[in-house]
C-alpha cells in the first residue's frame, strides 16, 4: 500500500524538501551515480516487498528514500528510471480501480483541503495491505491485492482461513468492497508501540501459499469504501455494519473543521486500537459514480499522517567527543530532520567500535528515531555515498582513565572533561561553573593542569575577553569555596575510581601506599576495581597533581 499511495504525493512533497535541503553541490557524474545508486537500492525493496511479501526497511524511511530520490532526479534533470508500483500488478484487474490518496503535509495543508468541502468524515488511516473483497450473492468468492491500482495479485486460496473476514454477508448481495487487510493488535496506541511491523506481517502472510487458521484469525478487514453502496456515507456505514463491518462506522466520524480533524487524529494517535495506524483518512461524502474512478489520488480523499517515527538524515559530518575516561563516541552531525515535532541535528553513535563497523562518512543517510520519545537515536545506515571522504578518528590508545591530565593538542577534549567533572556536581560543586567557562579559561591560557585556578587572581580574569568585574568575583568566590571542601570530595572530583560506599581516608599518603590485596580487603571491590585503584594512586601525573595540591594546601593531600 505504501508506494501506491506515496508516488503521487511527490509533487506535494518534493517542494516541502527542497525548501528543508537545497539541491547537492555536485558535478554530474556524481549525480548520476548516487542517485542510480540509490534507484537500485530501492528497486530491491520494491522487489522483495511485492514478489514475496517481506518488507527490508520501515515504510517510512522507505516513503523517504523515494521523496530523496525523485528530489535528486528533479534537481540535476535526470530521467525518472525507477517506476515503484512496476512489478506490483497482478494478472487480475480490479473490479473497480483503487484510487490513490493525497498526502497532506501540516495543519495549513489540511486547512487548504477542507476549504469550501462539506459533510466530510475522519477514519483512522490502518496501516496493512490493500485489498478488494468481491462477495456474489453474499458469499466472499474473492481477494485481490491492491496491486497497481488495476491489476493485482489473486489471495483468493487464504479465504477459508480468514474467519475474521465474513464470508457470507446476511444478504445475497453482488457487492466489491475495498479496504485494509490488517493484522489484529490487541490495545496497541502508535504512539508508544509505532507501526509494530503490523504492515510487513500482513504483507509477508498474504504472499505466502497457505495460511494457518491461527494465522488467519488474527487478520481484520477495515472496510474503507464500498463504491457501488449508498450515496451518503452515514448511510454506508450503517449498511456495512449491518453487513458484518462494523470497524468501518465505530472509527469513523463526521466533522466540520480543522480542530475536530486534529482532535481525532491525536486521539486515535494515543488511544488503544485494535490495529496499526499510520494517520487519518479525510473523505469527503460526494465523490464521483465507480466507473469513473482511477488508479491515482482523487480529490475526495486525503490522509493526514503521524509524526515520522523514523527520519532519514544526511550525515554532514563525523566527530568524536571524547569524555574525562577517555571514553571515545563519534556523534553525527546531520541535515536537521523533524522527528515527532522535534529538530534533530546530531546523533551519537554510541561507541568507536559501532561506528567503525558501520563506516558512516559524510554524504551517507541514516535512519534516525527516538529513544524513550526524547533521546535520538542511530538506527540504520540506510544509503551510502559513492564519495567515500576519510574520517581521522581519535587514537584509542592515546586515550583512557589515566590520559590527559594537561590541554596538549590530543588531549584538549578529555582535559576539558576532567575539569567538567571537577567542578560539576560529583565533584567540588563550583556555582556558575560549566563546561563553557573551564573552555574559556583554558582557551586563554589561564589554565594549564588541573590545579592552576587555585592560583587565579582577579587580574587575570578580567584579561580574558567577557568576563566583568562582576562575572570575576562569582569565579573567585566559586574556587574559594572549592578549595574548602573535605578530603573525600576532592577525591571524587579527581576522578577516582572508586563506588560511592567506599570510604577514602584519612589522607593521600595512606592510599598511596595501599596495594591491590589491600584494595580487595574493602567490602564490594573486586579484583578489577582494585587494580584500577592502585593504578590511580600509582600513576606519576595523578601524584604530581597531589603534590600541587599539597602545595596548594587542600585537605587531605
Not at 480543522?258 to 490495529?275: G, I, K, N, T, V
Not at 482511477?294 to 486525503?302: D, F, G, M, Q, T
Not at 541535528?345 to 561506528?355: N, T
Request: contains cysteine; hydrophobic residues 45%.
Amino acid at each position: 500500500m505504501r508506494f501506491m499511495l506515496f508516488l503521487p504525493l511527490l509533487l506535494c512533497s518534493f517542494g516541502l524538501w527542497a525548501n528543508a535541503s537545497p539541491c547537492p553541490d555536485w558535478d554530474a557524474k556524481r549525480a548520476h551515480e548516487e542517485a542510480a545508486r540509490l534507484g537500485e537500492v530501492i528497486a530491491r525493496w520494491d522487489d522483495h516487498y511485492h514478489r514475496q511479501g517481506v518488507s527490508l526497511v520501515a515504510d517510512e524511511i522507505y516513503d523517504q528514500s523515494l521523496q530523496r530520490l525523485r528530489a535528486l532526479q528533479a534537481c540535476f534533470d535526470l530521467p525518472e528510471a525507477h517506476a515503484p508500483l512496476s512489478g506490483a500488478g497482478g494478472p487480475i484487474a480490479h473490479p473497480i480501480a483503487h484510487t490513490g490518496v493525497a498526502k497532506l503535509d501540516d495543519e495549513r495543508a489540511v486547512a487548504r483541503w477542507l476549504e469550501g468541502k462539506r459533510n466530510v468524515w475522519v477514519q483512522p488511516k490502518v496501516d496493512g495491505v490493500a485489498a478488494s473483497l468481491v462477495y456474489q450473492a453474499g458469499q466472499l468468492v474473492q481477494i485481490l491485492s491492491r496491486g497497481d491500482g488495476v491489476q493485482g495479485h489473486d489471495w483468493s486460496r487464504h479465504i477459508g482461513h480468514l474467519a475474521g473476514i465474513p464470508r457470507q454477508l446476511p444478504e445475497p448481495l453482488h457487492l466489491v468492497l475495498q479496504g485494509e487487510l490488517y493484522w489484529r493488535l490487541d490495545h496497541h496506541v502508535q504512539a508508544q508501540a509505532g507501526g509494530a511491523n503490523a504492515r510487513s506481517t500482513m504483507a509477508g502472510l498474504m504472499a505466502r501459499k497457505q495460511l494457518s487458521d491461527a494465522q488467519g484469525a488474527r487478520v481484520g478487514v477495515f472496510v474503507w469504501d464500498w463504491p457501488s453502496g449508498p450515496i451518503d456515507q452515514g448511510e454506508r456505514l450503517a449498511r456495512l455494519a449491518e453487513l458484518g463491518f462494523p470497524d468501518s462506522q465505530r472509527y469513523s466520524v463526521a466533522i466540520d473543521d480543522l480542530a475536530q480533524a486534529a482532535h481525532w487524529r491525536q486521539h486515535w494517535y494515543r488511544s488503544p486500537l485494535p490495529f496499526a495506524t499510520d494517520g487519518v483518512i479525510l473523505r469527503q461524502d460526494s465523490r464521483p459514480p465507480a466507473h469513473r474512478w482511477r488508479a491515482k489520488p482523487p480529490y475526495w480523499i486525503a490522509a493526514w499522517k503521524y509524526p515520522f517515527q523514523q527520519a532519514l538524515a544526511d550525515v554532514r559530518d563525523v566527530r568524536f567527543k571524547i569524555g574525562r575516561t577517555g571514553r571515545i563516541t563519534p556523534v553525527l552531525h546531520l541535515s536537521p530532520v523533524m522527528l515527532d515535532e522535534r529538530r534533530i541535528s546530531v546523533v551519537s553513535v554510541g561507541s568507536l567500535a559501532r561506528w567503525q563497523a558501520l563506516d558512516i562518512r559524510p554524504g551517507d543517510q541514516v535512519a534516525i528515531t527516538l529513544a524513550g520519545l526524547t533521546v535520538p537515536r542511530l538506527e540504520s545506515v540506510v544509503h551510502r555515498s559513492t564519495d567515500r571522504p576519510p574520517v581521522l578518528a581519535p587514537n584509542p590508545s592515546q586515550h583512557h582513565a589515566l590520559s590527559c591530565w594537561r590541554p596538549s593538542t590530543p588531549c584538549k577534549q578529555q582535559f576539558l572533561a576532567r575539569l567538567a567533572w571537577l567542578g560539576g556536581r560529583q565533584g567540588l560543586k563550583m556555582p556558575g561553573i560549566g563546561p563553557a567557562t573551564w573552555a574559556q579559561l583554558v582557551e586563554h591560557g589561564v589554565i594549564s593542569d588541573l590545579h592552576t585556578w587555585l592560583g587565579l587572581e582577579r587580574e587575570h580574569l578580567l584579561g580574558i575577553p567577557g568576563i566583568s568585574t562582576t562575572r570575576a568575583e562569582q569565579l573567585l568566590q566559586a574556587f574559594a569555596q572549592a578549595r574548602r571542601q573535605p578530603f573525600e570530595r576532592w577525591l571524587r572530583a579527581l576522578g577516582v575510581p572508586a563506588p560511592s560506599h567506599l570510604q577514602l581516608a584519612p589522607d593521600w599518603a595512606t592510599l598511596a601506599t595501599r596495594s591491590i590485596a589491600q584494595w580487595r580487603a574493602e567490602p564490594g571491590i573486586g579484583p578489577g576495581r582494585a587494580a584500577q585503584l592502585a593504578a590511580f594512586f600509582a600513576d606519576e601525573s595523578v601524584g604530581l597533581l597531589a603534590e600541587q595540591l599539597r602545595a596548594q594546601a587542600i585537605e587531605g593531600f
